[in-house]
């Protein structure tokens, strides 16, 4: 079955990741889709949502919907941001080039990540679309200063810096399937590759995968073999705090996001140091299992620090639905990570797109049915709370 055919009859995100599945090497699959410990932080991530019913609306006038709203100071024409998610390349040849492309193409922010396998200098020539460049701080602290002065260089629209993995999550699928960067061929995987010679083909036929951005100071997960685990022990700086993060607010001097906040008090911090916005996110379930999802921590996030700082949410989103009980609880976006990968992994650029418009569309199927003509008339009214 050609791509194109095997994209079109996927009808939502669940059927893109099944594709994802079965075209990837089993290790690259779980690094997508697995969590820390027992998983129970990634589950609730989405089934959160189900606290919650949408109610409809009768007799409104629905012809014309508008999804466009405003983030960091850009109108993006929907209310979801494409998350920084790190060595993209491995799971399509395409990499971060095809997502910041598609995220253009639909009108919304692309974030790319410090531990991407495509340059910020090389993302920036590639779209002129709304940017964002996600940092983690690693002990060369002078990689944090040239990061931002790259960003700048390369037009990017905001920083955003990660500040929940001061230490690396206790993900098990990683440990058990010996996930490592790059891809280490080994008698233990050979199988697995010999049942997904196209990824094979590609992996060995489109140039080596690096770390783009720190590989010209830092051999580790590039020239030289390692997990995640042991490059997050090895480099990143678990001694980074809030006058860091003040610092580097002042070093970018423009939009800046605070990513992995989880707490009011932390919210609050972040109003206090002069972030633009933050991200309720728990790294997607992959740090500290048996934390709340974020949805679950979003109203009080938005009743202490709502219209002082931009709300976005990430973790769980897997319909149009979880995005519009989000907005109605006083986000401002959302930003999704699997969704995307899980397209990209089932058919490179045109896999994102079907990600993503899946998704949009969706989300305008759904406004028409609760009578919203726009995203300022989905309020806390438009919900049920079970």
Request: aromatic share 6%; glycine share 8%.
């Amino acid at each position: 079955m050609s791509d194109s055919r095997r994209l079109s009859r996927c009808f939502n995100i669940d059927d893109l990741r099944k594709v994802a599945k079965g075209r990837l090497p089993e290790s690259l699959f779980a690094y997508i889709d697995g969590g820390s410990d027992d998983e129970q932080t990634l589950r609730r991530n989405t089934s959160t949502f189900d606290r919650y019913d949408l109610l409809q609306r009768a007799l409104v006038d629905v012809s014309q919907i508008d999804l466009s709203t405003t983030v960091l100071g850009k109108k993006i024409d929907w209310p979801v941001i494409c998350a920084p998610t790190g060595m993209t390349r491995m799971f399509h040849y395409q990499g971060e080039k095809a997502v910041a492309r598609e995220a253009a193409n639909s009108g919304t922010f692309y974030s790319l990540s410090t531990l991407s396998t495509t340059s910020i200098e090389d993302v920036g020539v590639e779209t002129d679309g709304p940017k964002i460049f996600q940092v983690y701080v690693h002990k060369d602290r002078e990689l944090s200063r040239e990061f931002v002065q790259r960003a700048k260089a390369s037009n990017f629209d905001a920083l955003c810096l990660t500040v929940d993995l001061p230490a690396h999550g206790n993900r098990e699928r990683d440990l058990r399937t010996g996930m490592t960067l790059p891809p280490k061929l080994t008698l233990k995987s050979i199988l697995d590759v010999l049942i997904h010679p196209a990824w094979v083909y590609r992996y060995l036929t489109n140039g080596p995968i690096v770390l783009a951005n720190v590989e010209h100071k830092i051999t580790e997960g590039t020239g030289e073999v390692s997990n995640l685990l042991q490059y997050v022990a090895n480099q990143f700086d678990p001694s980074v705090t809030w006058k860091d993060a003040e610092w580097m607010i002042s070093e970018w001097g423009g939009p800046f996001v605070l990513k992995g906040i989880m707490s009011v008090a932390d919210a609050k911090k972040a109003v206090e140091i002069g972030a633009s916005a933050i991200v309720i996110s728990n790294h997607g379930g992959r740090q500290l299992d048996s934390s709340p999802a974020p949805f679950d921590v979003l109203p009080d996030i938005v009743d202490t620090v709502g219209g002082q700082v931009e709300i976005i949410l990430d973790g769980g989103i897997r319909r149009g639905t979880h995005v519009l009980k989000a907005i109605a609880l006083g986000a401002d976006a959302c930003m999704v990570g699997r969704p995307y990968l899980y397209g990209l992994a089932a058919g490179g650029q045109p896999g994102v797109a079907r990600a993503l418009n899946l998704l949009r569309t969706e989300i305008e199927l759904d406004m028409k049915l609760m009578g919203c003509r726009e995203l300022s008339e989905v309020t806390p009214a438009c919900l049920r709370q079970r």
